[in-house]
């Protein structure tokens, strides 16, 4: 759902980049308090992995493919704020080395990929959860839930932003009808992919699962006929783990090699189709004044590398470098905002004023 330039008017594209701006500032301090030992290291990864799986557009409609947006995978994974930190790194990696998305609407599509997407997802996904059986099993089916209908509320997004600035003269009932009908079928694949990541992950290590904290059912026995807490059991939060249990640098290498593998191999079975946005631009008459990339010219766009000419070749390389910036630019990110972190936090372990 990658927006290029000039589907959507300078002023509106102004000030959905001011937009983007406060919430990525906002973002910034908030990430503070969700970036600590267990997620800090991670948040890089976590948009590494976004980008590879970015990569690989699924069918689901004659014609039409989709592809991960990663908001929900990332505010469950690691926070809401750093989720939305998450989503913006990728999306300007795409922007500016892969010519994926206008530079001009990079406020647009953060907006709608990032904002939108973290916000309607961690909101619904806090909802479940608190309704729901204290189980993994039900952080897995609110994950699936939330991520399915996050992909439609972008939908939804981009066509009130398209009602306020599009360029072309066309009927918005059209333009959400086309959105929202193809993006449901997009979210499907986005709950899938976003729940077995988030399954996988909970399975081997679900303290890291920043969603999952304080979801700990307590271990019951059954007394004359009643269920009661058992002697000792856990508390809401999970007692802390050994040392070498908590060592984030297994699943880190696990993370990077899938990544690696998804964008430099796997992708190149992806989907040639074009994406949900893309289709209805072209049915609907949308991309009539859609321009050209900036950066068209950059050696990477349309993820190949310039100069070489087998395509398995040159878009594994691509795709193997995207994944090895965006985890270097997401963790210098992180890792910058928790040392600010612990440099504003008092020995006592409240933080200063500033």
Known sequence: MHVPDGFINAPT???????????????LRGARRELDER????????????????????????????HLLGGALAAILVGPYTGVLCVSVVLLMQGILFADGGLTALGVNITDMAIVTTVVAYALFR?????????????????????????PAAALAFTFLYW??????????????????????????????????????????????????????????????????APGAPGPEPAPAPVAARSHRKVWITGLVASLVLAGFVSFYASASPDGLEKVAADKGIDEKAEE????????????????????????????IGVGVTVVAGSAVFWSVRR??????????TETNV
């Not at 594209?13 to 973002?27: D, E, L, P, Q």
């Not at 997620?39 to 992995?49: C, K």
């Open 127 to 151: 909802g479940l959860v608190k309704v729901l059986p204290r189980t993994r099993r039900s952080v897995t089916v609110a994950s699936f839930v939330a991520a399915l209908v996050s992909v």
């Open 13 to 27: 594209s102004a000030v959905t980049g001011v937009v983007a701006a406060g919430a990525i500032a906002v973002s």
């Open 293 to 320: 990339h900036a950066n068209a010219d950059s050696p990477l766009a349309d993820y190949g590398v310039e100069s070489i000419t087998d395509a398995r070749i040159s878009g594994g390389l691509a795709g193997v």
């Open 340 to 349: 600010r972190r612990s440099e504003n936090t008092s020995p006592a372990g």
């Open 39 to 66: 997620t800090a290291p991670l948040a890089g990864l976590v948009a590494a992995f976004i980008f590879a799986v970015q990569m690989l557009n699924f069918p689901v409609a004659a014609g039409t493919s989709g």
């Open 164 to 229: 306020i600035g599009g360029t072309t003269d066309v009927s918005i009932g059209k333009v959400a009808t086309a959105m929202i009908g193809v993006h449901l079928l997009i979210g499907i694949g986005e709950a899938v992919i976003t729940a077995l990541t988030v399954g996988a992950v909970i399975a081997v290590r679900p303290d890291l699962v920043y969603g999952a904290r304080g979801l700990q059912q307590r271990l019951k026995l059954r007394v004359n006929g009643e269920l009661v807490d």
